[in-house]
């Protein structure tokens, strides 16, 4: 708006983000928790970028569960991205090694079924086809990815149901992997990877 008129949300929004902005970088217990948040968001999300890039598009509710994705996302309705540096990337972390992002599994059109199943993914901690390939590059079955998951019995879960479907329909994402690969053989390994978790009681909202 002009004449430095703006309406009540926009000035909501700004006081909002720049709270978060300084919060960041802020060397206080107020900093430490924000930055416990912020990475519970990131684990929330389940994407291996951080979601104070631009990659990260601001679609991705919270349900009401996370005030400072809550406040990312108003961010990004404002085409606001934080860039990254060796130091933000620090800021949060997620799962590396991978090659393709389990969610490419889903086509644009899926995009609300993969944010149901994205808990059961990381309480998985399931980020890339790549986990769901055996040594030689072919799809594992449930009953014996579950034992390498500890998944317990029980029937197959809709998520990899789902992916094991789209892989067999479609093998390019296989084969693209074993052309990036530099080795002969799959050696991502679902017993090395793991996230950050921010740790319950251990902090206090002020």
């Given amino acids: 708006m002009g004449y430095n008129i703006y309406d009540l949300y926009y000035r909501h929004a ?6 978060l902005n300084d919060r960041l970088t802020d060397n206080s217990l107020m900093g430490s928790t924000t930055r416990i948040r912020l990475q519970a968001a990131q684990n929330q999300v389940w994407m291996n970028y951080t979601i104070l890039s631009e990659q990260y598009t601001g679609q991705q509710s919270s349900n009401g569960q996370n005030l400072t994705l809550d406040i990312i996302n108003i961010a990004k309705r404002y085409k606001i991205n934080w860039s990254t540096t060796k130091d933000t990337q620090k800021i949060t972390t997620f799962l590396k090694g ?26 998985y901690k399931i980020m890339y086809i790549d986990q769901l390939l055996d ?32 892989l067999i329909a479609d093998p390019t994402h296989i084969q693209t992997i ?29």
């Fill in 14 to 19: 700004q006081q909002h983000i720049k709270t």
């Fill in 98 to 123: 991978g090659t393709i992002h389990v969610s490419k599994l889903w086509h644009n059109w899926e995009i609300e079924d993969y944010r149901k199943r994205k808990d059961q993914l990381r309480k």
């Fill in 135 to 166: 040594f030689r590059y072919e799809i594992m079955t449930w009953k014996y990815l579950r034992t390498k998951l500890k998944a317990g019995k029980g029937i197959t879960p809709k998520w990899f149901a789902h992916a094991e479907q789209r």
């Fill in 178 to 206: 074993k052309d990036l690969t530099k080795n002969k053989y799959n050696i991502t390994d679902n017993k090395r990877w793991n996230y950050a978790v921010p740790e319950k009681g251990k902090w206090m909202a002020i």
